[in-house]
């Protein structure tokens, strides 16, 4: 046991980051559930990632919010595509996100085969570690969320699938970078997953499964000495069952 | 029950009392965890923040790496960009203003001796280099000493008031480490001037101390992995320029050295590195004891 380490100055930014993301992926997460397309972020944060490598392979050494730039419009442009493949070949979008994940991932080994920094501007973008994070770098995280969940619940009925797309995109290129691949899918699919069943409250519920998930997860890395964002995802996954069966007997009980 | 748990309680404050006032050290790797007792002694509570099976060029995030930086009156680091992926960052987390660069408490051992391949240009195409020239020094016996010194240096700049202790330990460190030298030097004597493979640029200090020569590394360039096309590159290439052994770290994959071993008949051997990389190594003599005799194995067979 490591009492030291259970620390609210070393694990708040890491809780609040959590709750961020936690805010656009739940909502978007039983949209992901409810189409069916699983690994579309997976994909999507792959092809962010793909652009920030071509980008360096020409030699284009941006940083800061230059890559944040290439990162977002390549997530767009493949969300495009994904939207326009379930408008085309509806019944086998799911095999076509798989299929377009690892042709970007393999692209992107191709690309870095004679460049090792681009590989080191991958690792950033897709390996995101959540106890790195300080409140500072949370300002540009704390604006996505709030234009994501602006546009997602303002339009309410009124949206466009396309734009359904393009808010996942930003959503995830923005959180990959700070919490990484693992937590953003166990995140999106998680929570959504525990509280399929109900409507009304779902997301709340989702959002409490996550939030449990997170605070649970963090102070027990510390407690343990054990690397922060796999403890999280297990943790997230053991609260989803409980209120997975919580909620089972929620539904039961209303019917 | 009750005496007995409260006795308990006035010896864990006995136990935990003379740590609390011992100067808190933050080690980037075993290597300088061990120098620092060596110097340190009792006088200082030393903890590592990587083990020898890890690649410290990248670290997961735990918890307890921000509270022991938190709390660490000295950094002792390799620094010229090693760390370079994790240790700002760790350094900006755990905002203490004692370990900061440019501060005492932040000791890079790397930048304190002359480092070999400083690259005159700094060119992309060519890998993985750092800019501060091969950072991996510590398996160089003369520049740990020179390290050693600097460090005891600044531990008495730090603790003042242990001067009188560190002087000796560091003087005791020195006289047993300077005829460890001269019997290392000694029984390496059949290895020079034999060729090497190497995984990484790992050994480029060692080899360089033995007079041996790394005729060809694993890596394509440095950082990358082993590739197909290199890797059959290497295999004509060894037919004509025999290479004594094929070296690897702990943390390293054993594939492409026992590859390569198998199509060439070169021994692959894996050597500890640095202190805790095998259980013989357990601090820096043991460390420089079982790559020796590791080596020399090799090369009776």
Known sequence: MNW??????????????GLLVLATHVPLGREVLRRGIIFLDLAIAQIAGLGVIIAYSFGWEAGGWQIQAIAMSAALAGAAFLYWCEKCWVEVQEAIIGCVFVLAACAGILALSANPHGGEALKQLL?????????????PVLAVTVLVLAAWFGLGNKRHPLMFYGLFALAVTSS????????VFASLIIPALAVRRLSSNGL?????????GYGVGLCLSALMDWPSGATIVWLLAMSGILSMSLTVRLVKSVE | MRNLSSLGAVCLLFVVLPSQAALNIFACEPEWASLSEEIGGDKVAVYSATTAKQDVHRIQARPSLIAKMRRADLVVCTGAELEAGWLPVLLQRASNRKVQ?????????????ERLDIPEVLDRSMGDVHAGGNPHIHLDPHRIQKIAQLLAERLIEIDTANEEFYRARLSDFEQRWQAAIERWQKQAEPLKSLGVVAHHKDWRYLLDWLGMEEVATLEPKPGLPPSASHLATLKTKMATQRAAMILRTAYQKARPSEWLSDKTGIPAVQLPYTVGGSQSAEDLFGLFDETLTLMLKTTQK
């Open chain 2, 101 to 113: 660069p440019s501060r005492q408490g932040y000791f890079m051992a790397a930048e304190k001796v």
């Open chain 1, 127 to 139: 390996a995101g570690q959540i106890l790195w994070v300080s409140y500072e770098q949370l300002i």
């Open chain 1, 204 to 212: 709340i519920y989702g959002f409490m499964t996550g939030a449990i």
């Open chain 1, 4 to 17: 030291d380490s259970l620390d609210i100055s070393i694990l708040g930014p890491a809780f609040v980051a």
């Open chain 1, 176 to 183: 990959v970078q700070v919490v990484g691949v693992y937590l």
